[in-house]
T-cell receptor
Framework: DAKTTQPTSMDCAEGRAANLPCNHS???????VYWYRQIHSQGPQYIIH???NNETNEMASLIITEDRKSSTLILPHATLRDTAVYYC??????????FGEGTQLTVNP | EPEVTQTPSHQVTQMGQEVILRCVPI?????FYWYRQILGQKVEFLVS????????KSEIFDDQFSVERPDGSNFTLKIRSTKLEDSAMYFC?????????????FGAGSRLTVL
């Protein structure tokens, strides 16, 4: 599984877009980029995933660079409830997910 | 929306006691997982389970741990003789295919406190 690198923490103003970066320069061709988040000590929550193309769902957008060495998770209109630790994970489908330290996103009023 | 259910939400036990944590995965899911998170630390993989057997386990999952699916719905994690360092949140998860990739749905967790 490819190692990912994320900033330790980020702040965002409520109502603004939150852009969370992730580097995965050693990602292999069959590894997906997954994003999960964890609010307080709750169970991790799936947000979105992608392989090569940009993806969007009701929660977020995922932008993957053409060389696939980095990606950005975008929460278009962050709310206070989006305050959480966000994990970027690069894994092959069917493998266990390996969680890193993630990015602590704090959304401020 | 389907969810993974875990019980108990919090269990306090004495060191050396046996503990069973229970999970009801989403009904049509076939792969099941246990993860744990010691307070302030990362979420760590313990074990995955498929077709009534362990498919992968981590170095944390030693002989003190066991998993089973006693019936068609429950998935349990047993710790035979708890140690202080077993105090953690334990998360159950089950697996589904979404857009060609596996996606894990996690339960809310069971907090285990070993005294």
């Amino acid at each position: 599984d490819a190692k990912t690198t994320q900033p330790t923490s980020m702040d965002c103003a409520e109502g603004r877009a939150a852009n969370l970066p992730c580097n995965h320069s050693t990602i292999s061709g069959n590894e997906y980029v997954y994003w999960y988040r964890q609010i307080h000590s709750q169970g991790p929550q799936y947000i979105i995933h992608g392989l090569k193309n940009n993806e969007t769902n009701e929660m977020a957008s995922l932008i993957i660079t053409e060389d696939r060495k980095s990606s950005t998770l975008i929460l278009p209109h962050a709310t206070l409830r989006d305050t959480a630790v966000y994990y970027c994970i690069a894994e092959t489908s069917g493998s266990r997910l390996t969680f890193g330290e993630g990015t602590q996103l704090t959304v401020n009023p | 929306e389907p969810e993974v259910t875990q019980t108990p939400s919090h269990q306090v036990t004495q060191m050396g006691q046996e503990v069973i944590l229970r999970c009801v995965p989403i009904s049509n899911h076939l792969y099941f997982y246990w993860y744990r998170q010691i307070l302030g630390q990362k979420v760590e993989f313990l074990v995955s389970f498929y077709n009534n057997e362990i498919s992968e386990k981590s170095e944390i999952f030693d002989d003190q741990f066991s998993v089973e699916r006693p019936d068609g719905s429950n998935f349990t994690l047993k710790i035979r003789s708890t140690k202080l360092e077993d105090s953690a949140m334990y998360f159950c998860a089950s697996w589904d295919i979404v857009s060609g990739a596996n996606v894990l749905t996690f339960g809310a967790g069971s907090r285990l406190t070993v005294l």
